[in-house]
């Protein structure tokens, strides 16, 4: 069996055709009953809090390998065996044997050493072929829910029986991680730079060191966030579903819920997909919080992948009707107070439903916030003091895409797929020029909804 996904990377496919996994490794696809080992992808009993049972048993994992980074990037390395027989994954100057699963590290450049400490990267190599799936989380370095999915499903793996390769990157943005930040040190979001460049600013240059030295490994790419300064987000899909590739890949999700969205330019997921790799954001929960409900429906999300690619040997999705949004909207609060939701995450609401209330605490007022559309809440602001326009609720809108298409005709409006509401977050101040000695101001207030 020939492993067109490791050398489609080479070759010039960066246009996003029908992904490989989809019938490559069919032959080798063996069912198998659920062990100890490898839960089943229906068996989120164990994801429902920590400590679990992947926790009590983790698998064997090799010592820690330095990284030299000035070492080439290795992706022609031994995993391109020809043959059923698979070889070694060769990846981070290390040769990760088949059936096993490796604590590597991974330092941006040179550059940074001694100021960074290298990010662990774990590795699960099968013993039969398969696509190399990546998993990353904390880009935004507060955002810990992702951490936790990483490791549930890394330390869940039973490489013997895994077709394939994958690779998780817990903690992407450590910098930000230790001191409980979004940002890195100079304030810059580190998602609004890939896949950087090796010359420009500090993010610019970890953003192409990462992109270079672990993302072109991928055949796909999960990265995971959670919602961003006080919000949360119903578990739910970022994806630019114009890509087939991209659109095969949320299916294989189950019943996450799916926004279409392109993104803002420089985020991860953008530049995975505009370089041949298909990419998804997995949106879960708030900031600064490990969340139990969250964590087990991201991870269910990702083993169901991990079936839909053939590379766990079960057939077992998560069948349940998967809601694709098209469009999407913010409502916002008009006037200044505390906000007190009346919805929960998940909530179907009409327009013309009360989603909360502001009340401001010294004239006594109270104003309503009248939701604008009908749709799922996706995601929503927790309690807290708000001042007019405050973005509080993002609501999926109940369209079909032919709908939304013929609407943005007849107005003459650009698709929608470039108005979800990660534009609305540009109203963050801009990063500052590279060479400018001061670093950027505090986000404002308002610089809050980007939620990737
Ligand atoms: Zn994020």
């Not at 869940?156 to 390769?165: I, N, V, W």
Request: proline share 10%; glycine share 8%.
């Amino acid at each position: 069996m020939i492993r067109c996904w490791l050398r489609c990377l080479a070759c010039a496919c960066a246009t996003l055709a029908a992904p490989g996994w989809a019938n490559e490794i069919e032959d080798d696809l063996v069912v198998t009953p659920p062990s100890a080992t490898t839960p089943s992808v229906d068996d989120t009993s164990d994801d429902a809090g920590p400590p679990d049972a992947a926790e009590a048993e983790p698998p064997p994992i090799a010592a820690d390998t330095e990284v030299d980074p000035a070492a080439p990037p290795a992706d022609e390395g031994g995993a391109s065996s020809t043959s059923d027989e698979i070889g070694p994954f060769r990846f981070l100057d290390t040769d990760v044997l088949p059936g096993t699963t490796r604590r590597l590290s991974w330092v941006a450049s040179k550059s940074f050493l001694g100021i960074s400490v290298p990010t662990p990267v774990l590795v699960s190599h099968g013993t039969r072929p398969g696509p190399v799936l990546c998993l990353t989380a904390a880009v935004h370095g507060d955002e810990l829910n992702g951490i936790e999915m990483v490791r549930r499903v890394l330390y869940g793996l039973d490489a013997d029986e895994l077709g394939g390769t994958v690779i998780g990157v817990p903690i992407v943005n450590l910098f930000g991680f230790r001191r409980s930040s979004r940002y890195l040190p100079d304030r810059r979001d580190l998602n609004r730079y890939f896949p950087g460049t090796a010359h420009g600013s500090s993010a610019s240059r970890i953003a192409h060191a990462f992109f270079e030295g672990i993302i072109r490994h991928c055949d796909a790419l999960v990265d995971v966030h959670t919602g961003s300064f006080h919000r949360t987000n119903l578990p739910q899909l970022r994806a630019d579903l114009d890509h087939p590739a991209v659109l095969d890949l949320t299916q294989g999700f189950g019943a996450i819920a799916v926004l279409q969205s392109e993104g803002p330019p420089g985020t991860l997921r953008g530049a995975a997909t505009e370089a041949g790799i298909p990419a998804v954001t997995l949106e879960a929960g708030e900031p600064m919080r490990f969340q139990p409900e969250e964590v087990a429906q991201g991870v269910k999300g990702i083993r169901s992948l991990l079936n839909h690619m053939k590379m766990l040997s079960r057939i077992s999705l998560w069948g349940e009707p998967q809601p694709v949004y098209y469009e999407s909207d913010w409502v916002r609060a008009d006037s200044g107070g505390i906000l007190f939701s009346r919805v929960d995450l998940g909530d179907r609401v009409d327009k013309g439903d009360v989603l909360g209330t502001v009340t401001d605490p010294i004239t006594n007022t109270r104003v309503e916030v009248i939701s604008t559309v009908r749709g799922q809440v996706l995601g929503m602001a927790l309690n807290q003091v708000v001042i007019p326009g405050f973005a509080a609720y993002h609501i999926g809108i109940e369209k079909s895409r032919d709908e939304v298409a013929e609407e943005a005709a007849t107005t003459g409006e650009s698709p929608p797929e470039s108005e979800v509401p990660e534009a609305d977050v540009e109203e963050a101040p801009s990063p500052p020029p590279v060479e400018a000695p001061e670093p950027p101001p505090e986000p404002l207030p308002d610089a809050d909804e980007r939620p990737e």
